[in-house]
């Protein structure tokens, strides 16, 4: 049976007439600015946050070579195994070693590289993690997050709290985006219904900070689609009146809750 979301997208173009702000890092945006063509709209490139391979790469390096001691190694991100791979080209982990992601995406990244990897079938994000078996129970364990530093860390709390060794490899860095007046002017240019996607509570602070205040407030007055509850609530407070909280994170999931919102302007 297919999904809400594949039912969704299965429309002729259904965000035509639609401008779509695409927040993700520019680095990883391209598959779902194709998603977004393909639907019918037009994608505004609006990067939220910037990604930057880490700056001691020796370091990463020999991190990521003792990955074979591991017993349960996460990639956190599609990036995380591109970034990783960019230090090491001729990274191999262990037969052993339990290999997890976060998603499909992170999957999919692992699976080219011929790595053997599950991830959350439902949920895909931390929560969905921490609900696998494979880190249920973790006591004594030690378990390698690859990605950077920041974000929500509930990850690595929870499973130091499960009584593993936790340990983070940093591949590359989140930023601040460097928007300068051609992402300005996409903004000020968009037509039709403006409907923005938000996966990080980041990019939407980042945002708030690197636009300027009438932009924002152009951006915070449309459609916003978030991943989940916690980015829902950042939009609220930054003020954000129409805010739909998709099933995930997942392009698929976001564009769905696009299309449902901008169906309710045609109703």
Not at 41 to 55: C, M, N, T, Y
Not at 80 to 95: D, G
Not at 203 to 231: E, I, K, Y
Request: some cysteine; charged content about 20%; hydrophobic content about 50%.
């Amino acid at each position: 049976m297919a999904t809400r979301a594949a039912k969704l997208l299965a429309f002729d173009r259904p965000l035509a007439g639609a401008s779509v702000v695409i927040t993700r890092p520019a680095s990883t945006a391209g598959a779902i600015r194709r998603q977004v063509e393909r639907l019918g709209g037009k994608p505004i490139g609006l990067p939220g946050i910037a990604l930057r391979a880490v700056a001691d790469a020796g370091n990463a390096r020999r991190e990521l070579r003792a990955l074979r001691s591991a017993d349960i190694v996460v990639f956190i991100s599609p990036a995380a195994v591109r970034f990783a791979w960019n230090l090491l080209p001729r990274l191999r982990l262990a037969r052993t070693t339990c290999v997890l992601a976060p998603g499909a995406g992170s999957a999919r990244a692992l699976q080219r590289r011929g790595v053997v990897v599950s991830y959350p079938p439902d949920r895909q994000d931390s929560e969905g993690l921490l609900e696998l078996p494979s880190l249920t129970r973790v006591r004594r364990r030690h378990i390698v997050l690859v990605g950077a530093a920041g974000g929500r860390d509930l990850l690595s709390r929870e499973l130091r709290a499960r009584g593993a060794r936790v340990q983070l490899i940093e591949v590359y860095e989140r930023t601040a985006p460097h928007l300068n007046r051609r992402h300005f002017a996409q903004l000020e240019r968009a037509s039709g219904p403006l409907i923005g996607l938000f996966s990080s509570a980041e990019a939407l602070t980042n945002l708030h900070l690197r636009l300027p205040a009438a932009l924002f407030a152009h951006l915070a007055a449309s459609d916003c689609v978030v991943s989940g509850a916690r980015v829902a609530e950042v939009a609220h407070t930054l003020g954000f009146a129409h805010v739909h909280v998709a099933t995930s994170a997942l392009p698929e999931a976001l564009l769905a809750a696009a299309c449902a919102a901008l169906a309710r302007h045609r109703i």
